[in-house]
């Protein structure tokens, strides 16, 4: 049972063109063609219209965002920098403070040093004084008491009157203070 299924033109007798479709292929690729597009301009189309919407909303959103972050990173920089500023010229006035406050510092721990010095040279030289001055006196009671124990033995005669034995001293050191003045007149001369 072998049918033989020919076609329609060639049963009228045409002459058929291999490269041309027949005319209800075409009618029907039409209409199939008609109702893709339609399914997919209803189904496909604002699927790709949403996602490309959400996707466009997406990359706004972020460029927005990034702006945003953007102007805040700018805003914390100048305050950054506003703040570092502030804190040079802070730090600026307390070194300054800090050097104005050393040399007054420095100024009167001079004074008090020049003052402590003073009191200890004043003190030195009264000190001094009076070592010198107990000293000569004490050179000066050793002397007579010397000179005129000296002299007693020299005279031959006993030199114990007070007032004579005072006279004889008081004369002795008044000769020889005038040789020493004499001595360094003649060396301060020369």
Known sequence: ????????????????????????????????????????????????????????????????????????????????????????????KIREDAREQGAVIIAEMREQANAEAERIVTHARAQIDAERAQAVASLRSEVGTMATTLAGRIVGESLEDEARQRRTVERFLAELESSESARQAVGTDS
């Open 1 to 92: 049972m072998t049918t033989l299924v020919l076609p329609l033109s060639e049963a009228a007798g045409e002459e058929v063109n291999p490269l041309l479709p027949h005319t209800a292929e075409i009618i029907f690729g039409f209409v199939f063609l008609v109702l893709l597009a339609i399914a997919f301009a209803k189904v496909v189309v604002p699927k790709f219209e949403k996602a490309y919407a959400d996707r466009t909303a997406a990359i706004e959103g972020g460029m927005n965002e990034a702006k945003a972050a953007q102007a805040e990173a700018k805003a914390a920089l100048e305050k950054y920098n506003a703040q570092l500023a502030e804190a040079r010229q802070e730090a600026a």
